[in-house]
């Protein structure tokens, strides 16, 4: 089947800081991508959905210059949480989906904002 | 919008038995209900789906039931074994062909116990 990988696995990070995630199909050209949020034992949240070469849309409430989302190319897109509070720490999970419906998920990122 | 309920949030069985997993949802526009599983610390992976045309699907151990007048569908798993242990998600969403946006139950975890 189809392979999403997220890069890192965890981070750490101070308050104030920046960081970015990167979500690459590794088989396949996806279309669209989708940035969720999973916090502990709660179900996943979808962040933005994202689609190849535009403006990423954010769902209700998900602070767009906040949450920072690139997706340059079809294997390719980026989460970068702009400066980082201990509030934004979580699980944050990505999936790829290209010419059928389903959904290619990630193994997730875990963020510790210190 | 879409909402999905899921019900229970815990369920713990011995191995051998049988599982069930239900879920509503309130969108009669939604055709397509996807079910993942999900490990701990890792990203959902995708265990069944059906669409809206269809009224049960099975795979092997798995099965999915689908009432579209009722709106809602269940996940029945068969023989259980203590690798079924996870956190089970329904979904759903209206298929447009592609970056068809998903919306999660709140999940259920389930226990098989020896």
């Known amino acids: 089947g189809a392979v999403v990988s997220q890069h890192p696995s965890w981070v750490i990070c101070k308050s104030g800081t920046s960081v970015k995630i990167e979500c690459r199909s590794l088989d396949f050209q996806a279309t669209t991508m989708f940035w969720y949020r999973q916090f502990p034992k709660q179900s996943l949240m979808l962040m933005a959905t994202s689609n190849e070469g535009s403006k990423a849309t954010y769902e209700q409430g998900v602070e767009k210059d906040k949450f920072l989302i690139n997706h340059a190319s079809l294997t390719l897109s980026t989460l970068t949480v702009t400066s980082a509070h201990p509030e934004d720490s979580s699980f944050y999970i990505c999936?790829?989906?290209?010419?059928?419906?389903?959904?290619?998920f990630g193994p997730g990122t875990r963020l510790t904002v210190t | 919008g879409e909402n999905v309920e899921q019900h229970p949030s815990t369920l713990s069985v011995q191995e051998g038995d049988s599982a069930v997993i239900k879920c509503t949802y309130s969108d009669s526009a939604s055709n397509y209900f996807p079910w993942y599983k999900q490990e701990l610390g890792k990203g959902p992976q995708l265990i069944i789906d059906?669409?809206?045309?269809?009224g049960e699907k099975k795979d092997q151990r798995i099965a999915v039931t689908l009432n579209k007048t009722a709106k809602h569908f269940s996940l029945h798993i068969t023989e259980t074994q203590p690798e079924d242990s996870a956190v089970y998600f329904c979904?759903?969403?209206?298929?447009?062909?592609?970056?068809?946006?998903?919306?999660f139950g709140t999940g259920t975890q389930l226990k098989v116990e020896l």
């Open positions: 979904a759903a969403s209206i298929l447009t062909g592609g970056g068809n946006k998903l919306t």
């Open positions: 999936s790829a989906s290209g010419t059928s419906t389903e959904q290619y």
């Open positions: 059906i669409r809206s045309n269809v």
